[in-house]
């Protein structure tokens, strides 16, 4: 039974080590690069940390109409790692925590950090932990079927600092997708890998770039990009089912699945 | 207006928190109005006054299987759950039962003893980063539980459990699951506490929410969890009560204090009657989000006189749980299905003499009352704000 389909409208990628999803998928990297986080001013962008700016360049690249805010799914692995690891250091050597640096550390800081900067009252939530990159996807599609109208998906994960002995990679990486329900339509369907979860960091960079390079890539050319394929960490009561049109973007069709 | 959803049956509710780690214990104490709380220093020797909302030990055969403080938080209301799950496993089958966890500080605690060691805490045997994340549990426990439907974990502060809600009667609204195990624990740890007593917001003493003395928050642990199962008559029949809808909104004002006039909380109390079909008048009972801080308790009081044109009862859970970060929702949801089942309000403690500038009736001593409806709230940081009505189950 499928229970509906979501369209990829626009999409927005950002990686401290790479210029684009194409450099990603062709291991060419850059030095290190901070985002522009454009969104952001003064004391807000002193006192954000780099996931939180990373989500907010990507979601501001989408040029969403602030008129018309969309429910927001943001998705992070790891979430504020990097400003729990100072935290730690605070009340270690200090007895005492930064109030700043505190009412930054939840792992919703970035969504709260954006309805502030945009404005917008509409509801936002927060996905994570080890499959929080496909269960992003999948609760981004479930809000925009269950509501009718497009939602904001932002995924992004810095890097986790060493003392935890937690992944290794020195990338930080987001992207930002709006999604809307779409009807069911013709076109190529391209099965998506449904395997265990994506919580290594190289693989989630990967993934999230072919998403991009997809979703832009068809939008931009008209390509076909049934070569194409997006592989989604989600354990294995659910299939998911790509479906691409040329010139529409991607769609993510989600189906029961009886195993 | 939002359609009405059809709603979805509530067919188990577990808690644990200072109050007890058994549900009977925990009713028992919270509508005889016990305070519970210990002074902060039972925990950590902070280098200031708190109350604080321990979790009493669990029975030692128990906390052998919870590798961590989270562990022990959530396993006490799990434990309590595993012949309702079972139930509904064996109705809907093991990949048609979803587990979403909610939590705000996740295996924090276990990381802060490894990584900032002090010789007052106990030493971790050992530590893998895995036990960090707000779903370090999910797996153990899913699988205890033979659930083997989609897992998934959600963390927006003090509103996490509402939002998890919120995810689960999606995925049975869109045929992913028929139950879902919605669950959520936070542990005492010492961010937290350091952390809420850096924006001066702990209160020296125990919290007294809409009190006119108020001056903040007790902070506590615990877990809360529901079974939620799609409405059809054999989970009618054993349903205990209903979610009748659920709203969600963003403050858009501060990242740590809320709009003056509550306006996020407004907007979701506003979706949350919407989708349950209702209007305020209908609702009975409303379960504050209550925190005891001056500036929350006025702006919950201020949304609340613009949702509602008449002074609806209120009572406060903080105050008999303390706050339990992102279990509070649920915490708080499963104290007004007991309600529903008793009839009755616990007394919000410590809140008289009552801050009449905030215009509310707060309800300060247990009372008996005609129950069919009760909005719960749950307000976080980044101005995160979600509601809930619970119901009276539908029979068949």
Known sequence: MTIGAVHIMRASFFSTHHASPGDVLADRERPFTAPAYSLLAGRARRFTSLVTQMHIEVCGALQIDAADPPTAVFATCHGEIQTAEKLLADFRDNAMVSSARFALSVHNSPSGVYSVATGSTAPTTTVTGANALAAGWLEAALTALDTGVPVLLSIADEPVPEIFHGPTTQVGVAAAFLLAPSPASGGRRVELAITGSTDDAVDALRVLARAAEAAQGSGRSGADAGARSIELGLRPATVALGHIRPGAGLELRFAEARA | ?396
């Open chain 2, 1 to 396: 207006m939002t359609a009405a959803h059809a709603g979805h049956a509530i067919t188990g509710v577990a808690l644990a928190n200072c109050l007890g780690v058994d549900n009977g214990t925990v009713f028992e104490r919270a509508f005889a109005g016990v305070d519970s709380f210990s002074p902060g220093s039972a925990y950590f020797d902070f280098p200031f006054e708190t109350a604080l909302g321990i979790l009493p030990s669990l029975p030692p055969a128990e906390l052998d299987a919870a590798p961590t403080r989270l562990a022990a938080v959530a396993l006490a209301s799990v434990r309590q759950l595993r012949p309702t799950v079972r139930a509904a496993v064996d109705r809907w089958g093991g990949d048609r039962v979803a587990y979403v966890f909610a939590s705000s500080t996740g295996g924090l605690e276990h990381t802060e003893r490894a990584l900032a060691p002090h010789p007052r805490l106990p030493a971790t045997a050992a530590y893998r980063y895995a036990d960090h994340s707000i779903d370090a549990t999910s797996a153990a426990i899913a699988h205890d539980l033979g659930v083997t439907g989609i897992t998934m974990a959600l963390s927006t502060a003090c509103s996490s459990s509402f939002k998890a809600l919120a995810s689960a009667m999606r995925l049975i609204d869109r045929g992913l699951a028929d139950a879902v195990v919605v669950g959520s624990a936070d542990s005492l740890c010492r961010t937290t506490v350091f952390g809420f007593h850096s924006l001066g917001l702990t209160a020296p003493t125990a919290t007294q929410p809409f009190g006119r003395d108020r001056c903040g928050i007790t902070l506590g642990e615990g877990s809360a969890y529901i079974v939620i199962e799609r409405e059809v008559d054999a989970t009618r029949r054993h349903a205990i009560a209903r979610v009748a809808g659920i709203g969600a909104a963003s403050d858009a004002f501060h990242h740590t204090s809320p709009h003056p006039e509550g306006l996020g909380g407004q907007l979701c109390m506003r979706q949350a009657l919407d989708r349950a079909g209702m209007t305020p008048n209908e609702i009975d009972l409303v379960s504050a989000h209550g925190t005891g801080t001056k500036l929350n308790d006025a702006a919950e009081a201020a949304a609340l006189a613009r949702v509602f044109e008449r002074r609806v009862p209120l009572t406060a859970t903080k105050s008999l749980t303390g706050h339990t970060l992102g279990s509070a929702g649920l915490t708080s949801l499963v104290l007004a299905v007991e309600s529903l089942r008793r009839q009755e309000i616990p007394a919000t403690l410590r809140a008289t003499p009552v801050d009449d500038a905030l215009g509310m009736a707060v309800v300060d001593k247990l009372t008996p009352a005609r129950l069919q409806h009760v909005l719960v709230n749950a307000f976080g940081f980044g101005g995160s704000n979600a509601s809930v009505v619970v119901s009276q189950p539908r029979r068949p």
